[in-house]
């Protein structure tokens, strides 16, 4: 699921979770060590392969590479990716007390209104107090950006991201099209406390700064085209009860 798919054909008064989120990365133990010491979580392998990043509830599946083309070669910081689950999976529950929670996935887009209009099946609907549909700027991105709710993919929150510089929202479209580009996550320590323990660990740490989901700061990594981690202030409501569309 790089790019908008079709909604899942289902009750949609049902409540299911319809992707998992895994990030390709051409030596998946290497690249999920270092995520996971930026973010200051554990990674363990699940035997297969992959690397297993727990985060609030949700995971985070490092994953091999695995090449579209002949010349789909591994990039320096791989690549995010919502592949489907065939016949959904329950939506798990956060975890109180987590040290860091996933609070919502950026898809990249090059168009909002198309973006939002071709997903919708994947969304709730807007709720005007959150503030959802609202366009705001993303200065860590540089783009303008809206926020869903979501049930039925990771995060609960789905962040649409259109270009409004040559940042890094510009370069990952340009390496990867559209589709996720970026992770928003939130500690339970609250934004400040997190940002002064990871700056005390030799974490790369950007100014805050307002954003689509509230105070953030960014994780700057070794290339502007990401993937890009976001630790944000607070942890997003959690969704309520599906309006998938058949």
Do not use: N
Request: contains cysteine; proline residues 11%; glycine residues 12%.
């Amino acid at each position: 699921m790089s790019g908008a798919q079709a909604g899942p054909d289902r009750d949609p008064a049902a409540s299911a979770r319809w992707a998992r989120l895994t990030w390709q990365a051409g030596d998946p133990a290497g690249l999920a060590a270092t995520i996971a010491h930026r973010l200051g979580v554990a990674a363990e392998p699940d035997g297969h392969g992959a690397w297993l990043l727990q985060l609030g509830g949700e995971r985070l599946e490092v994953v091999p590479w695995r090449a579209e083309g002949a010349r789909d070669r591994p990039s320096t910081e791989g690549r995010l990716v919502l592949e489907p689950l065939e016949g959904g999976s329950p939506v798990p529950g956060r975890v109180a007390g987590a040290p860091l929670a996933l609070a919502g996935v950026a898809w990249c887009t090059v168009e909002l209104d198309r973006a939002e209009a071709e997903l919708d099946p994947w969304l709730l609907d807007r709720d005007e107090a959150l503030g959802d549909g609202d366009a705001v700027p993303d200065p860590h991105l540089g783009a303008s950006a809206r926020r869903r709710r979501t049930a039925a993919l990771p995060g609960g929150t789905l962040v649409l991201e259109e270009p409004s510089t040559e940042g890094r929202l510009a370069a990952s479209l340009a390496r990867d099209g559209e589709g996720p580009c970026a992770l928003f996550l939130a500690p339970s320590a609250g934004l400040a406390a997190w940002t002064a323990d990871a700056r005390r660990r030799g974490v790369r740490v950007s100014a805050r700064r307002p954003g689509p989901m509230g105070d953030a700061v960014l994780l700057p990594g070794r290339s502007m085209a990401g993937p890009h981690l976001l630790v944000v202030d607070t942890v997003a409501p959690p969704p309520g009860p599906s309006t998938i569309a058949p």
